[in-house]
């Protein structure tokens, strides 16, 4: 008799805490998984009613995938089963021969693509991927003015229709480069898929440029100003400018990251965390100035260092992701506050604070190699930089510890 359920395959740890839904079957004592196609955390799955609880953000659209996924394989078992016919390797065949959810759809428009595609990166709480995807994928759709537009349609003259349309609206060089980007990230999933043939591939004579920034950095006597600043404790400028001065105490660490620090992120007097962009792990000696902002905020969060998100917030979800962009637009507004109250000319973000710990550190004059490990970034030529030994930790170390002595200078 064959035996079949759905479970949470977990067995293995899995660096983004993320696991597939899996039907595993049995019959005559062996096992098989067939996996649904979707992956979700633990804290998100129920074994005893097998289905994505409603804490995650997308459970509704996941449950009816796994549900429809699951039908599927329920019935071509009964039939197999009642022809003593069954056998894992009949079983995927008929899953081959009747096509599984994912079968390729070459009609399939690019609308419905990419809305696949968000829909699997919000299942695996990749938030801020899903929303980059969305966006630019709106802007296409509503350009096109058709929600049943297909890839072939998507060529050259379109694309620079859609180029000079962008810029008719005032949108900025930069943000047309990452729309188009992102639509050839989708385009080109849509070709391993084999939605749409490569001789269609419409980007080979559309250049992407982008345009080089204005520095955002400021003058580290001018931060000095603002920290000096007798500000009422609690008050949500007071908060905005302790956000910022930790992020520049930390080498710029970005908001998202400051967000879901914890206590366990405190190791012998280091923050040690894994940026989430990048999975790069980070080591960081809390300078003097990083250890008196986190003291201001012992105990008033269960689960973090700071209370940007609450303790009972699902990590990387939606509602997480709207929070911490909340609380980034707060802060820019009140950084601006501040550095109009000291007269500055300049406008301060949480951006700004990673910029200006890079122009300290050089105007100190540290080398370009130094400032970028400490920073995580490469340096120059990618294949040279294999061949260059790490700077030790205790020169980042230092390196950290005179930019931060800068702005604690007397103004």
């Excluded at 998507?154 to 008719?168: G, K, N, V």
């Excluded at 084999?194 to 920034?213: A, C, L, M, N, Q």
């Excluded at 300049?346 to 970028?372: D, M, P, Q």
Aim: charged share 25%; net charge positive.
């Amino acid at each position: 008799m064959v035996h079949y359920k759905l479970i949470l395959n977990d067995k293995r740890e899995s660096k983004e805490q993320v696991y597939s839904v899996v039907v595993r079957i049995t019959f005559n004592k062996n096992n098989t998984t067939l996996s649904t196609g979707i992956r979700v955390k633990r804290e998100h799955w129920d074994a005893n009613t097998q289905k994505v609880l409603k804490a995650h953000p997308n459970f509704q659209v996941l449950n009816k995938t796994i549900s429809e996924f699951y039908l599927k394989i329920q019935k071509f078992i009964h039939q197999l089963d009642e022809n003593e016919e069954f056998s894992f390797a009949a079983l995927k065949e008929r899953l081959d021969e009747k096509a599984k959810p994912y079968k390729i759809n070459t009609n399939i428009t690019f609308n419905e693509y990419s809305t696949q595609i968000i829909t699997e990166l919000f299942a695996i709480n990749k938030v801020g991927n899903a929303l980059v995807y969305q966006t630019a994928s709106n802007r296409l759709i509503g350009f096109a003015k058709d929600r049943k537009l297909k890839f072939k349609e998507i060529d050259y003259t379109f694309l620079e229709s859609f180029q000079r349309h962008l810029i008719s609206k005032g949108v900025k060089q930069n943000s047309v480069s990452n729309y188009l980007r992102t639509i050839r990230a989708i385009y080109n999933r849509a070709i391993k898929a084999k939605i749409i043939d490569r001789s269609f591939y419409p980007f080979t004579e559309v250049p992407i440029k982008s345009e080089r920034t204005a520095k955002r950095a400021v003058l580290a006597n001018d931060l000095a100003k603002i920290l000096k600043l007798d500000l009422k404790e609690n008050t949500r400028e007071w908060h905005a400018r302790n956000y910022f001065f930790l992020s520049f105490s930390l080498i710029g660490i970005s908001f998202t990251d400051l967000a879901y620090l914890k206590t366990s992120n405190i190791i012998k007097g280091r923050i040690v965390y894994r940026r989430r962009k990048t999975r790069k792990e980070y080591s960081i000696k809390i300078t003097s100035i990083a250890q008196r902002i986190i003291k201001n905020y012992d105990g008033r969060n269960e689960k973090y260092l700071l209370p940007i998100l609450p303790a009972s917030i699902i990590e990387d979800s939606l509602p997480a992701n709207q929070k911490i962009h909340q609380w980034i637009k707060t802060t820019n507004k009140w950084m601006k506050e501040l550095a109009n109250a000291c007269d500055l000319p300049e406008t301060l973000t949480t951006y700004v604070a990673r910029h200006t710990w890079a122009t300290t550190a050089k105007r100190l004059g540290y080398s370009n190699e130094l400032i970028a490990e400490a920073m995580g970034h490469e340096y120059g030529n990618k294949i040279t930089n294999i061949y260059l030994d790490n700077f030790e930790q205790s020169v980042i170390d230092e390196l950290n510890e005179r930019v931060n002595e800068v702005i604690c200078k007397p103004v």
